[in-house]
């Protein structure tokens, strides 16, 4: 699971945090994932997660203050053989350092999974790309193509940018990744991630074709056969989303030692 929680300091009122954070962990625990990887986590957002999903360890550091991308875990499934941080940048070990033309400093996680039933390990990372920096989501891609070489691999999290575009061409067309959507034997719910919060209504102000409108946060895949991608359209009891993204659930089938 993949899920952008917007940041805790940009609304009051029905959208502040405190009002929303019951919500964001409540779809975390309906859905269930194995591993959830979150964006937008500022502060002292993800101790407020922890409370509120006990069932999970987490993947995380938070260098100064700002955005992290921590990784929830299950570890009676999952187990963690290493885990770290890097700065989106032209100097990965920057942290703290805007890249390019990023608007702030972006960091990524990127774990080491190891399977518990199967055995199977594989590299996860967790990325937010830059909202403003044209360059950065560029130079941001092409970073995680060459250093996320092996197999099987996951890409996960918000890229800010559309199907096709030269980020997402740069990792799926050119690169080394699928786009789970477009892979997965079943899809389900709307293909935009990004309804904001000036409307309810999930639809809204699109045209519901997925090549064109707002899906901006993925799951990317290597040597990873995808069962099923859905976009969740959670709302709480007064018809609000969470968080100004959806979340994006999929069922991956892991190769095992034995599969070619």
């Not at 967790?126 to 996951?154: K, Q, Y």
């Not at 609000?240 to 659930?249: E, F, G, I, K, T």
Request: with cysteine; net charge negative.
């Amino acid at each position: 699971m993949t899920y952008n929680v917007r940041y805790a300091t940009l609304d009051q009122g029905p959208r502040a945090w405190a009002n929303r954070r019951d919500a964001v962990a409540a779809a975390i625990r309906l859905h269930r994932p194995d591993v959830c990887c979150l964006q937008e986590v500022w502060q002292d957002q993800l101790p407020d997660l922890r409370e509120r999903l006990p069932g999970y360890e987490w993947a995380a550091e938070r260098h100064r203050t700002g955005e992290h991308t921590p990784v929830g875990y299950r570890p009676e499934r999952l187990a963690v053989d290493d885990y770290g941080t890097f700065a989106l940048a032209p100097d990965p070990e920057a942290v703290g350092e805007a890249g390019w033309d990023a608007s702030i400093p972006r960091v990524a996680t990127e774990v080491a999974f190891r399977d518990r039933e199967t055995g199977t390990t594989f590299a996860l990372a967790n990325v937010h790309f830059d909202h403003a920096g044209r360059l950065a989501r560029h130079e941001s891609a092409r970073l995680l193509r060459n250093r996320l070489d092996a197999s099987p691999s996951l890409l996960v999290g918000d890229l800010n940018a559309r199907p096709a575009s030269g980020p997402h061409r740069s990792l799926v067309g050119s690169g080394p990744f699928a786009d789970a959507r477009q892979v997965a034997d079943t899809r389900f719910g709307p293909g935009e991630t990004y309804v904001g919060f000036e409307g309810e209504g999930v639809e809204e102000g699109t045209g519901r074709d997925p090549t064109r409108d707002k899906r901006i946060d993925y799951v990317l895949c290597r040597g990873v056969d995808v069962d099923l991608y859905a976009t969740g359209t959670d709302a709480d009891a007064t018809w609000r989303h969470p968080s100004d993204h959806l979340p994006v659930v999929t069922d991956l089938l892991m190769p095992t030692d034995g599969d070619a």
